[in-house]
């Protein structure tokens, strides 16, 4: 019961409206820019770019700064090495064995720096879905695209410091406490993620699967949370907002009267690229207060700018979603149940 409410309750508002503004303008901008120069279909590199102007949300805005240089850092390596396996045609096997090793090195990566949204979630994300397209120009054209849109989520997000101009410096000291977690804590977490992304690619390869990252991806998110419940709460929310999004996804890209891309048949990409900006303000609006709801926005995101730089038949391809996100999110949920503390760091951790 427990579980089913949490389906239907909004955390509490904390400046949601102004960091999703951040977010989406740190997206519209490089994405308008695409679109301007008639390539819609690099939209999935400025997006990940862009989606720098998650982290530090709510912080001060020199700290903001730090905690967004190291999101920068963590997603320009998803796309770097996304795109290096792109250009290299490797395998499916292969981008497991990368995207589970990189998932433990981004989970401890997060862990060390208390990102905020924590894990690599969006690190793999963006590794999975830049080694799944063909990259249509230079490999490091691609990433610089993505670089650029990372620069410019850092200048949006350290804009609101003009009003005020005052220098709020972090001390060292809390930058060394922030990063002080018990080092066996942190590497239990990480094998969690290997374990589960792995786990999670592995069943989607012998499946048969053209879209393994999904399922990796889907599990690395239940273990985002602080917890046990909100993590197994979490993967619940993962697969009931992905599979609304998928509804969404259908509306748009089948061939019927009223779907966007049927009244406007001469502007197809444009169309796309144009919802794909648009869905990411109320992405970021849920995704601290409920992730069921963003995801619900998140998932047209990810298909549509999937869609743009590698179209596919609509039909299988939102089947292969909605059953990677559910054997991902299960084994996420699985591994969150199955490995835990030893019993003597969980009763110290709650004494404390």
Same mark, same amino acid.
């Given at each position: ?13 904390n400046?949601d409206?102004?960091?999703?503004l ?13 679109l301007?120069?008639?390539?819609p ?22 700290l ?18 996304g ?16 995207e589970?090793?990189?998932a ?6 997060s ?5 905020k ?6 690190g793999?994300?963006?590794l ?5 397209v063909?990259v249509?120009i230079?490999?490091? =054209?691609a990433?610089?695209?993505a670089a ?15 009003r005020?101009r005052?220098?709020r ?8 406490? #922030?990063?002080?977690?018990r ?14 992304v792995?786990?999670?690619g592995?069943?989607g390869?012998l499946?048969?699967?053209v ?11 239940p ?17 009931v907002?992905?599979?609304?999004g998928?509804?969404?996804? #259908?509306?748009?890209l ?7 891309l !049927?009244?406007v048949?001469?502007?197809?990409t ?6 794909v900006?648009?869905? =990411?303000?109320?992405?970021?609006l849920?995704?601290a ?14 298909l549509l700018?999937? !869609?743009?730089?590698?179209?596919? =038949?609509p ?16 084994i ?5 149940v199955a ?5 003597r =760091?969980?009763f110290?951790?709650?004494?404390r």
């Amino acid at each position: 019961m427990a579980h089913a409410r949490a389906l239907h309750t909004l955390g509490p508002a904390n400046k949601d409206r102004i960091s999703a503004l951040r977010v989406g303008i740190s997206v519209a901008v490089p994405g308008v820019a695409l679109l301007v120069l008639g390539r819609p279909e690099l939209l999935i590199y400025a997006v990940f770019g862009g989606l720098t102007g998650m982290y530090g949300r709510t912080e001060p805005h020199q700290l903001r700064l730090l905690h967004q240089l190291q999101g920068a850092l963590l997603l320009l390596g998803g796309v770097s090495v996304g795109v290096t396996l792109s250009v290299n045609h490797i395998g499916s096997w292969g981008l497991v064995a990368v995207e589970a090793l990189l998932a433990g090195v981004g989970s401890w990566f997060s862990d060390r720096v208390r990102l905020k949204p924590g894990g690599p979630f969006f690190g793999i994300l963006a590794l999975g879905a830049c080694a799944s397209v063909p990259v249509a120009i230079p490999a490091y =054209q691609a990433v610089l695209i993505a670089a650029a849109s990372a620069a410019f989520s850092l200048l949006v997000g350290f804009a609101g410091w003009l009003r005020s101009r005052r220098w709020r410096s972090v001390p060292l000291w809390k930058l060394r406490a #922030a990063a002080s977690r018990r080092r066996a804590d942190i590497l239990i977490h990480a094998s969690r993620y290997v374990i589960a992304v792995g786990a999670a690619g592995a069943i989607g390869v012998l499946s048969g699967s053209v879209h393994p990252h999904w399922a990796m991806a889907a599990a690395a998110v239940p273990l985002a949370a602080p917890d046990t419940v909100t993590r197994v709460h979490r993967g619940i929310h993962r697969i009931v907002g992905t599979f609304l999004g998928l509804a969404i996804v #259908a509306v748009v890209l089948f061939p019927w009267p009223l779907s966007p891309l !049927q009244l406007v048949p001469d502007h197809t990409t444009t169309v796309l690229a144009l919802m794909v900006i648009a869905f =990411q303000f109320p992405t970021e609006l849920f995704m601290a207060r409920h992730y069921g709801w963003a995801m619900v926005f998140f998932t047209p995101v990810i298909l549509l700018m999937t !869609q743009l730089a590698a179209p596919a =038949q609509p039909g299988p391809l939102i089947v292969d979603r909605a059953v990677e996100t559910f054997v991902g999110a299960g084994i996420g949920i699985l591994v969150v149940v199955a490995v835990r503390l030893p019993a003597r =760091q969980f009763f110290s951790a709650r004494r404390r």
